[in-house]
């Protein structure tokens, strides 16, 4: 019996994906519930299982069509049996190099991180992706780069790493080939620029600065690490202290947990009485922000967990739009990569975020002497036609005395 597969309801306000590949072919045996097909959403990759067990029968649709919720997609024969390919004698070097159960776990584990088709070919052809050079930009791994991995698997040679891209025919002004990569932009890479634009475009934008002695963070963190995890099996890093300063900030100035809403001329500012924190985090197709719902009302382990569950799914592709729907103020943390010092963009229709950067020893004045302390510089950016300055600077300073001295979150400072 044919069962025809059809776009799932994708999250509130979103009524279309794109294709962005098969993970079955016509006549590929297919496992109910098992993912058959990525589709691309503004914000996040969602894998479309099949209802049925049975054989993948067409695809209606091609990779880059854009598609509707409801619409079919794809037909699967429900209940037949793929045909087994052909018989051939396996090469040794393939049947000595079949992975043991061990091997497979480990296999399984390293692919949970990767896009659909590299995991999907890890797993299929057993290669180990450690061992294997990434062609793709920034060095990532592809597809094809497992594939020829697999191949030199089999011939019983070294993996060797993927041919370089096609050189450009115009010869190069000087010695060497030179080459070029045509990519085209994800949705979700054209949904972030256009919102970010849309952030410059509409909003009056302004960052003002402080910076942090992150000496009693640290010394807090030091002593008491060891007790969290072992309690609430989780570690204990820096952002539950800045989510918690933060909630302190925004109930004492509303305004930041606020954003501004109608068209032109009829406008009214929405003020919450909750803070559902954006956490900015980077996933292989671009910048994601889950939300940790009601923070003010969390402690630290809830926090610490739903961002490392976060990061978890972003890397996996598993976050779902329910996650980053929503909102109130957002945390970007560029500290992780380095940076010493950023003006953040707002993430609309939200009217401030607050950016975090790395912790740097530098030379401070305490109590008229030079000492070196652990020294972080806080960005809080923010939208003019909401907060004015004076509720923007108060807002970071609460934030930077409560980083300080974490006993004013314990007593509601």
């Not at 793929?82 to 061990?102: E, Q």
Request: net charge negative; with cysteine; charged share 25%.
């Amino acid at each position: 019996m044919a069962t025809e597969i059809t776009v799932p309801a994708l999250g509130e306000s979103v009524t279309e994906g794109t294709i962005a590949e098969w993970l079955k072919q016509p006549g590929d045996a297919v496992a109910a519930d098992e993912p058959i097909v990525s589709l691309e959403t503004d914000k996040v990759a969602v894998d479309v299982p099949s209802p049925v067990a049975g054989v993948m029968s067409e695809h209606r649709v091609a990779v880059g069509d854009t598609v509707e919720v409801g619409a079919v997609i794809a037909v699967v024969d429900e209940g037949a049996t793929a045909s087994a390919p052909a018989s051939t004698p396996a090469p040794a070097a393939a049947k000595a190099d079949t992975p043991s159960p061990a091997a497979s776990e480990e296999l399984l584990n390293a692919a949970q991180t990767m896009s659909p088709a590299v995991r999907r070919a890890v797993l299929e052809h057993g290669v180990d992706p450690s061992t294997i050079k990434g062609s793709g930009k920034d060095g990532r791994l592809t597809k094809e780069d497992v594939l020829a991995a697999a191949e030199a698997k089999a011939k019983g040679a070294a993996p060797a790493p993927s041919p370089a891209p096609t050189p450009a025919a115009t010869p190069a002004p000087t010695g060497g080939a030179r080459g070029e990569e045509r990519v085209k932009m994800t949705r979700m890479r054209q949904t972030i620029a256009k919102r970010l634009k849309g952030a410059q475009d509409n909003a009056a934008l302004l960052t003002t600065f402080n910076d942090c002695d992150m000496s009693a963070v640290m010394a807090a963190r030091d002593k008491y690490k060891d007790l969290f995890a072992k309690k609430h099996d989780i570690r204990l890093g820096f952002m539950g202290f800045f989510a918690k300063a933060a909630c302190l900030a925004l109930k004492d100035v509303p305004s930041v947990n606020a954003y501004i809403e109608g068209p032109e001329g009829q406008q009214e500012i929405i003020y919450h009485d909750y803070v559902d924190i954006s956490v900015a985090v980077s996933a292989p197709n671009g910048l994601v922000v889950p939300v940790i719902r009601d923070a003010d009302k969390k402690g630290f382990a809830r926090i610490e967990q739903d961002i490392a569950d976060f990061g978890a799914r972003a890397k996996a592709g598993t976050l779902t739009m329910d996650d980053m729907t929503g909102g109130t103020f957002t945390i970007s943390n560029g500290g992780v990569f380095g940076s010493l010092m950023s003006t953040p963009i707002i993430n609309p229709p939200q009217s401030a975020v607050l950016g975090l950067h790395r912790i740097e020893d530098r030379p401070v004045v305490r109590n008229g002497q030079i000492v070196i302390r652990p020294m972080m510089y806080l960005a809080l950016s923010y939208d003019h036609r909401l907060i004015d300055g004076r509720e923007a600077v108060t807002a970071l300073k609460i934030i930077k005395e409560a980083i300080e001295d974490p006993t004013r979150m314990l007593i509601d400072l």
